[in-house]
């Protein structure tokens, strides 16, 4: 077991920082640790103090090729030296990846709309499907997080986003998400027979107008806790929408580019939804999205309806065609799902070593760890603890959760078995010295 010296949070170059901050910024992530980083390199992140510390959270599911990858790093500055920004004109960058993308998704996808976030993404989803369709409901779920404006904030069943905005945007149809652990129906998934695609039917018939067009879902649940559904409901969701003529839409924000062990998320059960969002990972630190759709579903736009300002500009897109290289080369989705299934067979151990681990769920690099107490009781003040004893032992992870108590640990797609394993060791230690 490599052995990190533990230090002290915050460092005095971060206090300073972080004082600045606090007086000239509004606060913007809630319970994260006080430490500024300085720089990083694949799986180590070095903050301003000189302190080292092992990247469990791939800045928040972005860095699916690791920190400061030299490949990605040359793609950005030879394009910065050429052309930056030309909006709306097309570029040998923007074109080469709008092609490369297409090559690796299912034949039905056959457009891209190149964007710079998450919420460009789903929002850019949101309208198409209200055009299309010519219905403005969408039927999406609890604890649903697909962005923070205002119309994917509208759509969204994390209460944290939508708290204190007045009302949403109309149109919004909410159903419970498949979470086993808590199920809202007290089912059980191993008879069940997915009792809440059964209720989808009913929700719709006493919570909408009959005007849903749309479904859309997440093929895990990042911001409420890395909630993961029972294998096949993704299938059968798609089934019952497709029975009932509704698009489905598959926001794969944070899913995609190899973090559950495939490309895509939807491959597990090739899933063929009729739009896929993208983003996160897809620029891997350079601020990249889109919205993949099937050509007749986006020819309903007009032209000059779907643009973006900074939307498939050629340094994003010129570092997005490094990812993709980068992917294939290194073989990072297979890593993914290898050293997945060792990180987490090896946490389920210390689930059953410690009560207050009461779930371990995930897949490839994106495991969710629920703390609770007395039970199956929330333990965010618990959780909140465990995160800051392990990033002073030199392990940095983040806290999430429709309770704030669940772990989420998700390094980049380049860790090795022998780093995860550091990793597991000091989380082991953390959690030992809080419940001492």
């Known amino acids: 077991m490599q052995e990190l010296p533990q230090r002290e949070i915050p460092g005095p170059r971060s206090a ?16 994260q640790l006080p430490i500024v980083w300085d720089h990083a390199e694949r799986v180590w992140i070095t903050d301003v103090d000189g302190n080292r510390y092992l990247d469990f959270t791939s800045g928040v599911l972005v860095t699916n090729v690791g920190h400061s990858h030299p490949k990605h790093v040359e793609a950005i500055q030879q394009q910065a030296a050429r052309l930056m920004n030309c909006y709306s004109f097309p570029t040998p960058e923007r074109v080469t990846l709008s092609q490369r993308v297409l090559e690796t998704l299912p034949p039905n996808l056959n457009r891209v709309f190149l964007l710079s976030t998450g919420s460009e993404a789903t929002e850019a989803a949101i309208r198409v499907a209200k055009r299309y369709t010519g219905r403005f409901e969408i039927l999406s779920f ?8 205002f119309g994917a904030m509208s759509v969204a069943g994390n209460m944290k986003t939508r708290y204190h905005f007045g009302p949403s945007v109309p149109g919004a149809v909410l159903a419970p998400y498949p979470y086993c652990y808590r199920c809202p129906y007290d089912k059980q998934p191993d008879d069940c027979g997915f009792y809440c695609i059964d209720m989808l039917d009913r929700v719709i018939e006493s919570a909408s107008t009959g005007d849903v067009g749309a479904v859309m879902v997440e093929p895990y ?5 890395f909630i993961f559904p029972p294998d096949g409901w993704l299938k059968a969701l798609e089934e019952w929408a497709g029975e009932r003529d509704l698009l489905l839409i598959v926001d794969e924000v944070q899913a995609s580019f190899g973090r559950t062990g495939r490309m895509y998320a939807i491959e597990w059960e090739d899933v063929r939804p009729q739009m896929l969002c993208l983003g996160k990972g897809f620029g891997s630190g350079m601020p990249t999205s889109a919205l993949v759709a099937e050509e007749q579903i986006l020819a309903a736009m007009k032209t000059g309806e779907l643009s973006s300002t900074w939307g498939g500009n050629p340094l994003a897109s010129a570092a997005s065609l490094a990812v993709l290289d980068i992917m294939a080369e290194e073989n990072l989705p297979e890593n993914a799902q290898e050293v997945g299934a060792h990180l987490k067979k090896r946490l389920l151990a210390l689930g059953e070593k410690y009560d207050c681990l009461g779930d371990v769920r995930g897949k490839g690099l994106v495991i969710g760890l629920e703390f609770v107490k007395d039970g199956k009781e929330p333990a965010p003040e618990l ?8 990033a002073e032992r030199g392990l940095m992870l983040g806290k999430l959760g ?3 108590n ?14 995860a394993d550091i990793g597991v ?12």
């Open 425 to 436: 060791d000091i989380l082991d230690r953390a959690i030992a010295s809080v419940l001492d």
């Open 142 to 149: 609890w604890g649903a997080f697909h962005g923070r404006t």
């Open 402 to 404: 429709i309770y704030g």
């Open 221 to 225: 649940q990042g911001a409420s806790g």
């Open 406 to 419: 669940v772990i989420r640990v998700a390094p980049p797609l380049v860790i090795t078995r022998e780093e």
């Open 383 to 390: 959780t909140g603890q465990v995160v800051f004893a392990a």
């Open 16 to 31: 300073e920082l972080l004082a600045i901050s606090a007086a000239s910024e509004p606060p913007c992530a809630a319970d």
